[in-house]
């Protein structure tokens, strides 16, 4: 573990930076919420100690399947018990990466990350990882490569930025303005018959 709380695993894979660690008090968050949920509805109080016997044993396999792995140029999620989820998500695509602490998140010392993208439809198409232990530190590692990534892209000219090379940007203006001449000769004058 390093100085962020998080594994270090560049000798495990090539090209992964970090692997983020879950604080085991988030099996109490998830029992916490899903206990609250129910006494609200009522209806559910019937199910409490259901849901605390299968609660227990399902949120320690939940959280020993979660994984979140830093790459050079991506972030890997996988979590789920009966439906496995894998995602990888390129870090040039990440617009933010905020962090959400709830009230009963407070009071077990946990936070949540929330993991934004570029052409995300719904606020549901961003990524929670609740209990990431030093949370502040993992989100500012993630958001430090994603610079970094789209920074050694810039200075390539990967990223097809305008701001590195002023030249294409006039003959792509240029190029423009001939094609917006060419449809206004087709279009037809105001006043003339259609």
Known sequence: MNELGVTDSRADAPGTLIEAEFNPKVRNYWLLSGTVILVVSVVGIVFLPLWWILGLWGTGRYLDRMRCTLTERALKVERGMLIRQ????????????????????????????????????????????VGV???????????????????????????????????????????????????????PRPGDAV
């Open 86 to 129: 894998e995602m990888t998500v390129p870090l040039d695509k990440i617009t933010d990466v905020g962090l959400v602490e709830g009230p009963i998140m407070r009071l077990l010392d946990l936070q949540a990350v929330r993991i934004e993208t570029a052409g995300q439809s719904t606020q549901d198409a961003a990524i929670r990882l």
């Open 133 to 187: 232990r030093r949370a502040r530190e993992f989100r500012d590692r993630v958001l430090a490569q994603r610079d970094l990534l789209t920074d050694r892209k810039e200075v390539r000219g990967e990223r097809g930025s305008t701001e590195s090379n002023p030249e294409g940007s006039l003959a792509l203006l240029g190029e423009i303005r001939d094609t917006l001449r060419r449809i206004e000769e087709r279009l």
